[in-house]
């Protein structure tokens, strides 16, 4: 069973910066790619960023680039996103995903098989 946590999302004044982890495990993480999405109110979740098993892959919402940095350590089996310069638009639950695939990076939910509880990040303007 591949269990995913995220941690890290808080309440940020808009210009401010936060990390967010996500923690694996229940399966060898080194060989997967993995993604961020977010969801806000009333809107459908989104894809942020995506890294391939080997980060070779990285892909970037058009609308976090610059802006947003994703990376792993498969030695600690976490994954993780550096938000930086945050807008109040940025305001999300925020979700790591994973599949079987190592360099695929799917840009919609369907794509993906686990998925972490989420966790909010909100910014304030």
């Known amino acids: 069973q591949v269990q995913l946590v995220e941690s890290g999302g808080g309440l940020v004044q808009a210009g401010g910066s936060l990390r967010l982890s996500c923690a694996a495990s229940g399966r060898t993480f080194i060989y997967y790619a993995m993604a961020w999405f977010r969801q806000a109110p009333g809107k459908e979740r989104e894809i942020v960023a995506g890294?391939?098993?080997?980060?070779?892959?990285?892909y970037y919402a058009d609308s976090v680039k610059g802006r947003f940095a994703i990376s792993r350590d498969n030695y600690k089996n976490t994954m993780y996103l550096q938000m930086n310069s945050l807008k109040p638009e940025d305001t999300a639950v925020y979700y790591c995903a994973t599949d079987h695939e190592r360099y695929l990076l799917p840009r919609t939910q369907s794509g993906y098989e686990y998925w972490g509880q989420g966790t909010q990040v909100t910014v304030s303007p």
């Open positions: 890294i391939s098993w080997n980060v070779a892959i990285t």
